[in-house]
């Protein structure tokens, strides 16, 4: 995600591909809360980190994508590598992929790391499909 950012400046970040309303910079901004969510949160039973905790999710469902208009890039590029290195510990930490996590799933079930891992993945494939086609449309740069 960092490298599809990568010299993209405040306006550039905030670029949409119409009818989209999806930016560079909110897919950041999301994939950091992802990483917080799905980790922090669930694997290992914390409570959300700011900004999210001071959030109010029910009036805006996708603060995320609608604010990081608002964040400089040097902040929103931070965000994410605080939150993407904190994942890396809690992975290290781990004692496997089989270990479950602390908080359960809507119909109570607990996730293992590895399918947190996957599910993670599949996010990443799906956002950097969405970044590829608005940084095309931005500069002409194409990803992998």
């Known amino acids: 995600m960092l490298q599809k950012a990568d010299g993209l400046d405040a306006a550039q970040l905030a670029a949409t591909l119409p009818p989209s309303d999806l930016t560079i910079g909110g897919l950041l901004k999301h994939a950091a809360l992802n990483e917080d969510w799905w980790f ?3 694997f290992t039973g914390a409570e959300h980190a700011e900004p999210w905790a001071s959030v ?3 009036a805006d469902a996708d603060w995320e994508f609608h604010t990081a208009a608002a964040d400089p890039p040097d902040e929103l590029r ?3 590598e605080r939150f993407a290195a904190r994942t890396d510990a809690i992975i290290d930490a781990a004692a ?3 270990a479950l996590s602390v908080r359960p799933g809507r119909a ?3 996730f293992t790391l590895r399918w947190i891992l996957v599910h993670m993945i599949e996010e990443y494939a799906r956002h950097n499909g969405h970044a590829d086609l608005i ?3 931005i ?3 194409v990803g992998e």
């Open 139 to 141: 500069d002409g740069v």
């Open 78 to 80: 931070a965000l994410f």
């Open 96 to 98: 496997g992929p089989d």
């Open 108 to 110: 109570g079930e607990l």
């Open 40 to 42: 922090s949160c669930v």
């Open 56 to 58: 109010d999710w029910d």
């Open 135 to 137: 940084r095309q449309s």
